[in-house]
């Protein structure tokens, strides 16, 4: 069984690890960018992405919710999981094929969104 993309976008590196293991762990293939730009490179080459998981604050003048916006104008229906710091976010979450999860959390939560976002 094909193993669903989930791209990863997080500039903190033991974050992005952690993330990266529980999600490979939970049946995952895992994509890594630690920031905006480097996500948008990535995502010509990841057509059959399942799955964006975006930090909301990015370095580098491009936040998560504009790498979602632009991910979208390539896959309209992609799923995304958006992790903050801010949980006055969660408000934007208008989708249901959208999570705002507010840090800290436990990488569990991150699957278990993950896993339904995807419809596994």
């Known amino acids: ?55 909301v604050q990015l370095p580098g003048g491009m936040n998560g919710l504009e790498v979602a916006r632009r991910a979208r104008d390539i896959r309209a229906d992609l799923p995304v999981i958006y992790v903050t710091g801010r949980p006055d976010g969660a408000a934007a979450a208008a989708s249901a094929n959208e999570v705002f999860i507010a840090k800290p959390y436990l990488p569990s939560q991150v699957c278990t969104a993950a896993r339904r976002l995807t419809g596994r």
């Not at 010509?44 to 930090?55: G, K, Q, S, V």
Request: charged share 30%; no cysteine; net charge negative.
């Open 1 to 55: 069984m094909d193993r669903p993309k989930v791209l990863i976008v997080e500039d903190e590196f033991l974050i992005r690890l952690t993330l990266s293991e529980a999600l490979s762990d939970d049946g995952f293939e895992v994509i890594e960018a630690g920031s905006g730009v480097e996500a948008l490179h990535a995502l010509p080459e990841h057509e059959d992405l399942a799955l964006l998981l975006t930090d």
